[in-house]
């Protein structure tokens, strides 16, 4: 089942002689379950599409359908909602919220979105991601690869449509590393969930079932 629809998605940064290409004509599909890497280099486009695909940007033209829905067709608000509910983000740099514990950054979006926490799903997911014995610790008391782990318990809490995960391992050491790959790949496996993950590093890529490559803006091949 196709989960993820991209067609001709397209970002132009400024005009004439300031004019940037960021994305050009990208068009991919994703199947629902999938754990997909998308490889660059530095400049060569890959956060843009994450982006656009988690609805933080508009492209200049092109379209991304997330379960059959096209995501700008939705208003400012609307789409908020939308990337609140059904899309996970996971950044380089974690994004914790430094006054609120483990246990409060993993459920934020259910408290914003004013839904119960179920404390059953939640012990579950702090045992999942090795943070039982962390829960009621700030962020600033815990290691870098816990304050991922943490992250990524927050984007998958909702039990979003898709996860996006930008360089999520790029903060960290080899060790740290390694624990988050094997956390995403677990979560893709016993959780079904489906990963889009950015990253320039090959041998992290390869942890997934199918590698994209971009350069320049342009989706060129299946590695």
Do not use: C
Not at 2 to 20: A, C, M, Q
Not at 108 to 136: A, H, I, Y
Not at 139 to 164: C, H, K, Y
Not at 189 to 201: A, F, R, V
Request: proline content about 3%; hydrophobic content about 35%.
């Amino acid at each position: 089942m196709e989960i993820l629809r991209v067609e001709n998605l397209t970002k132009i940064y400024g005009k004439d002689t300031t004019k940037v290409i960021a994305l050009d004509n990208v068009s991919f599909s994703v199947q629902k379950g999938e754990f997909v890497a998308i490889v660059g280099a530095s400049g060569s486009g890959k956060s843009t599409l994450l982006h656009l695909l988690g609805g933080v940007d508009r492209p200049t033209s092109g379209k991304v359908y997330i379960d059959g829905k096209d995501i700008y067709d939705f208003n400012d608000d609307k789409l908020a909602i939308f990337r609140r509910r059904q899309v996970g983000l996971i950044y380089q740099f974690y994004n914790l919220i430094p006054i609120l514990n483990v246990e409060e950054n993993i459920t934020l979006p259910l408290s914003l979105d004013n839904r119960e926490v179920d404390q059953k799903t939640l012990d579950e997911m702090l045992k999942l991601l090795g943070l039982q014995n962390r829960r009621n610790h700030l962020p600033n008391e815990l290691s870098g690869g816990q304050q991922q782990r943490t992250s990524i318990g927050r984007a998958l809490i909702t039990n979003p449509t898709i996860i996006l995960a930008d360089e999520p391992t790029g903060n960290l050491d080899s060790k740290s590393s390694d624990e988050i790959v094997a956390l995403l790949k677990k979560s893709n496996k016993e959780l079904k969930q489906t990963i889009i993950m950015i990253t320039h590093n090959m041998e992290i890529a390869k942890s997934a079932d199918r590698i994209l490559k971009i350069e320049d803006g342009r989706l060129l091949k299946e590695v």
